[in-house]
């Protein structure tokens, strides 16, 4: 019998090539002669042949069989690089690139362009995720830069490309108190591409009118068709709820909001995707330009901390870690927001605020894990780089850890000195948003760097008290907790979002409250931000009836309200009015940057002043059903007798300023505006 153990021809055939076997067979004859006598020559090269075509033959056949079964299996495959694009001269240099596939264990990675130098590769457990940081040469042009992933079973291509960048003096201008921001939700707004309404994997039911809930087919195309209508209402600044890409299914269950989309867009699938229902990234890149070439600024909504319970992390996540928890194991959020202001609370309920999830369709991120982090900032200065939108409201903000908030925060401003971000703190205590804002230094050490966030605390207030729940004294006893801001002229203020009952709605609402409402939040200190449909009055209660189409918008609607002639008598008298205020704060720099005085305040009217070194005007809401006179002590606002406060809106004139002081007449449930003139 052959001496070589007879197991080796297997071992051989299985995991070594056909070379190696038949190296095998020579020395394995080899060692036969040597070893025998002449005489016994013949019958060892017998035996020899005879264990070759029993084990050696067969397990060479085998061997190979399952050697190119084993190649097709492991053979590694790229299906998703995030982001999929970077530019040279970036301030983030390395960029981490995110790589999705299969069979990645122990690839290897190299650039095959000497403009770019692979390091830091780390790949996951499963092989299903490869993470690299890709070097970029200040030289590196414009084009495609593919990098070369390898394995013991083969190699395929990481495609890459170095973006052209953005004229800075056209984009990423940055929103500030000269703007009035106008929120879109995008599906609801105007229906431009009919073509994009039913995606081919979308069931007939995801795309209804008739469901609330479902989408309705508005578009970025839509959007683009009615810039124009934007730009004669005179806001400066619009803001797109999410353009991620969403899942295209239905969601179906017993309780009353289902059957559902994800028609909001704040159940991402994919980052670096366009919805398909709203366009594609041409299209939005269309969008921005022409909103540019308008003089209209784009504020992106994002959303940093969940993900929709369809996107592929939750079944195979890039990391352990990724997430907080898994779909059969994570707590519910219990909402006690409180706990992030108060340095006594206890670490469970905060971990549960920061960790819990909404809802078990939308997966929590944990932007403590630092690839998580990185992969987040990147994403925001991707979109930002991109399109060359001037702007970015970051959805439910404070259940991110306040250290992401000031590295997303420093990212943004260190790339874009002039971008801008607003955070959704939705609270109606001053001190839990105030502790939000950049600016100062909480109890915890961090300053978060955000630029803004909303004032929801005064936004309720002006809502009681323009229906008639609380006296109008309210809006000055709010105002005085701007102490606590580090400055408060960088709050954006709100007349209403896609998250609230619409003032229409509301009990004790009456289009005079509404008129008076909008002129206090278009005058008053801060960003004022609209919500589409408040300029003609819509109505519409709890979600998802406060997200109603835009009358006109879209095909078979009865009336066309982006025109005068097709809006009825009270949605022109309420656009007119918007309108008017908003023309008013742009022409006076003292509504859009000067400090807010208060002059006058008792149940039924307000007067207070927005002074700066050019210009004084006066603000005076009077809310009564009857004419109100008010008298104002002209050295609040260091006008001297002689002196006039000038109408700029049409209200009654005012004489002269005598023995220091200005006696105002401000007719019924209206407001005035008034500046002040030598």
């Given amino acids: 019998m052959i001496t070589s153990g007879k197991a080796e021809p297997y071992a051989l055939a299985s995991g070594k090539s056909r070379t190696a076997l038949f190296s095998w067979v020579n020395g394995a004859y080899a060692r036969e002669r040597r070893n025998s006598q002449s005489g016994e020559i013949q019958v060892k090269l017998k035996s020899f042949w005879r264990d070759l075509l029993m084990i050696g033959l067969p397990a060479f056949l085998l061997g190979a069989v399952g050697a190119v079964s084993a190649v097709a299996q492991t053979e590694p495959s790229v299906s998703k690089v995030e982001p999929p694009s970077w530019w040279a001269n970036h301030t983030i240099n390395p960029v981490r690139l995110l790589v999705r596939g299969r069979n990645l264990v122990e690839a290897r990675v190299k650039a095959n362009r000497p403009e770019t130098v692979v390091s830091e590769v780390r790949v996951n457990r499963e092989g299903t995720y490869l993470f690299l940081s890709l070097q970029i040469s200040a030289a590196a042009k414009p084009g495609?830069?593919?990098?070369?992933?390898?394995?013991?079973?083969?190699?395929?291509?990481?495609?890459?490309?170095?973006?052209?960048?953005?004229?800075?003096?056209?984009?990423f201008r940055g929103v500030n108190a000269d703007d009035v921001i106008y929120l879109i939700m995008t599906d609801r707004f105007s229906d431009g591409d009919p073509h994009n309404n039913s995606p081919g994997d979308a069931p007939a039911a995801a795309n209804s009118r008739q469901n609330p809930r479902a989408f309705h087919g508005g578009d970025l195309r839509g959007v683009i068709n009615h810039l124009s209508y934007l730009k004669e209402?005179?806001?400066?600044?619009?803001?797109?709820?999410?353009?991620?890409?969403?899942?295209?299914?239905?969601?179906?269950?017993?309780?009353?909001?289902?059957?559902?989309?994800?028609?909001?867009?704040?159940?991402a699938i994919d980052y670096y995707a366009v919805e398909d229902h709203f366009g594609d990234l041409a299209v939005l890149r269309e969008l921005v330009e022409k909103a540019h070439t308008l003089g209209l600024k784009v504020i992106q909504d994002q959303v940093a901390n969940h993900i929709s319970f369809h996107h592929p992390w939750v079944k195979e996540p890039p990391l352990a870690d990724w997430l907080h928890g898994t779909v059969a194991h994570h707590q519910r959020e219990r909402f006690e927001n409180s706990v992030l202001l108060s340095p006594h609370a206890n670490v469970e309920s905060v971990r549960n605020t920061l960790d819990g999830w909404f809802s078990d369709d939308l997966p929590d991120l944990n932007q403590e894990e630092p690839e998580v982090a990185r992969y987040e900032i990147?994403?925001?200065?991707?979109?930002?780089?991109?399109?060359?939108?001037?702007?970015?409201?970051?959805?439910?903000?404070?259940?991110l850890p306040r250290t992401f908030i000031r590295q997303l925060s420093d990212a943004?401003?260190?790339?874009?000195?002039?971008?801008?971000?607003?955070?959704?703190?939705?609270?109606?205590?001053?001190?839990?948003?105030?502790?939000?804002?950049?600016?100062?230094?909480?109890?915890?050490?961090?300053?978060?760097?955000?630029?803004?966030?909303?004032?929801?605390?005064?936004?309720?207030?002006?809502?009681?008290?323009?229906?008639?729940?609380?006296?109008?004294?309210?809006?000055?006893?709010?105002?005085?907790?701007?102490?606590?801001?580090?400055?408060?002229?960088?709050v954006t203020t709100l007349t209403?979002?896609?998250?609230?009952?619409?003032?229409?709605?509301?009990?004790?609402?009456?289009?005079?409250?509404?008129?008076?409402?909008?002129?206090?939040?278009?005058?008053?200190?801060?960003?004022?931000?609209?919500?589409?449909?408040?300029?003609?009055?819509?109505?519409?209660?709890?979600d998802p009836d406060n997200r109603r189409d835009f009358p006109g918008g879209f095909p078979g609607d009865t009336h066309n309200a982006f025109t005068a002639s097709g809006r009825t008598a009270e949605e022109q008298r309420m656009w007119q009015w918007t309108h008017d205020w908003i023309k008013l704060r742009g022409e006076q720099s003292a509504l859009r940057d000067g400090r807010l005085i208060d002059l006058y305040y008792d149940n039924?009217?307000?007067?207070?002043?927005?002074?700066?070194?050019?210009?004084?005007?006066?603000?005076?809401?009077?809310?009564?059903?009857?004419?109100?006179?008010?008298?104002?002590?002209?050295?609040?606002?260091?006008?001297?007798?002689?002196?006039?406060?000038?109408?700029?809106?049409?209200?009654?004139?005012?004489?002269?300023?005598?023995?220091?002081?200005?006696?105002?007449?401000?007719?019924a449930s209206t407001a005035v505006a008034y500046k002040g003139t030598e």
Wanted: charged share 20%; proline share 5%; net charge negative.
């Fill in 378 to 399: 990147q994403n925001a200065l991707w979109w930002v780089g991109v399109t060359g939108i001037d702007g970015i409201r970051q959805d439910t903000i404070q259940y």
């Fill in 144 to 171: 495609d830069y593919p990098l070369t992933v390898q394995t013991a079973a083969g190699r395929t291509t990481i495609p890459f490309r170095i973006e052209s960048s953005l004229d800075v003096a056209t984009n």
């Fill in 496 to 542: 209403n979002n896609h998250d609230t009952t619409r003032f229409m709605s509301l009990a004790g609402a009456t289009l005079a409250g509404a008129m008076l409402h909008t002129a206090f939040m278009l005058s008053v200190r801060g960003i004022p931000q609209l919500y589409s449909g408040e300029e003609i009055a819509m109505q519409g209660k709890e």
């Fill in 412 to 490: 943004l401003h260190r790339q874009y000195p002039k971008q801008w971000m607003v955070g959704e703190v939705f609270e109606r205590d001053t001190a839990q948003t105030a502790f939000f804002i950049g600016g100062h230094t909480g109890w915890d050490g961090v300053d978060t760097k955000l630029d803004s966030d909303f004032d929801f605390p005064l936004w309720q207030v002006a809502l009681d008290v323009f229906t008639n729940k609380k006296p109008v004294h309210a809006l000055r006893d709010q105002l005085k907790y701007d102490a606590l801001y580090p400055d408060p002229a960088k």
């Fill in 604 to 667: 039924d009217a307000y007067a207070f002043a927005r002074q700066d070194l050019s210009e004084t005007v006066v603000v005076v809401i009077n809310r009564a059903s009857n004419e109100k006179q008010i008298r104002i002590p002209a050295s609040a606002i260091a006008l001297r007798d002689g002196s006039q406060l000038a109408p700029l809106n049409g209200g009654p004139s005012v004489g002269r300023i005598a023995n220091g002081e200005i006696i105002v007449s401000v007719p």
């Fill in 233 to 267: 209402l005179g806001v400066t600044a619009i803001w797109l709820t999410p353009w991620y890409d969403n899942w295209n299914g239905v969601n179906n269950c017993d309780r009353p909001w289902c059957p559902n989309t994800s028609y909001h867009g704040y159940g």
